[in-house]
């Protein structure tokens, strides 16, 4: 569980670094779901493993920096590797920044990027913590003067060269491996759907 209280000391940082939310005029809390597809990982034997598509669980808080909106986004994966057992689970803390376009009135895009970093826990990899990055873009459509439904797309990678060789168990749980990563970026994309308020 360490990689929990690391994740929540970030989290708790990544809050006092921002304190222009505290004197925003407008804050935005964006809760989404959606489906990550996962990319796979390189071993040095030039085997591949491959990291299930799962539901993912998402939260950004942003507030307005002209031309558009600087934040925080908080994603969450339980999954599992194929082939392995054990679970997989990634939480994603980024901080992003993004531009905003207006081409109707009840209709906005964005587009923006983000960077921070991802906390793992899984049985082939030792390393708790990836630095990640990310591109995103979407729509929003105003329901109300605080409401919108947002559709979202966004490609988070993450740099996993590790070069250690790591012990892990197959489905059965009578058999071992060794997994030796050998990669230096592995993929997700995510399909989000939402609600965003405004306040």
Known sequence: MRF???FISFGLLSCLTIPSFAHAENIYVTPTIGYSYSGSINNDS?????VNNSANYNI???TDLEPGRVGIFVSHQN???KDLAGETQFTYLHFQSSLRFQPTQQLESYFGASLGGTFAN???TEKEVFFSGGLFGGAEYELSRNAKIV???RWLGNVVKSNTTVACTLPSGNETCIVSI???LFSQFQTNLGLQFSF
């Open 46 to 50: 030039g085997n591949k493993v491959s």
């Open 4 to 6: 929990v209280s690391r």
């Open 79 to 81: 999954t599992d590797a």
């Open 60 to 62: 950004a808080i942003e």
């Open 122 to 124: 899984a049985s082939w």
């Open 182 to 184: 050998d990669s230096e």
């Open 151 to 153: 559709l979202e797309g």
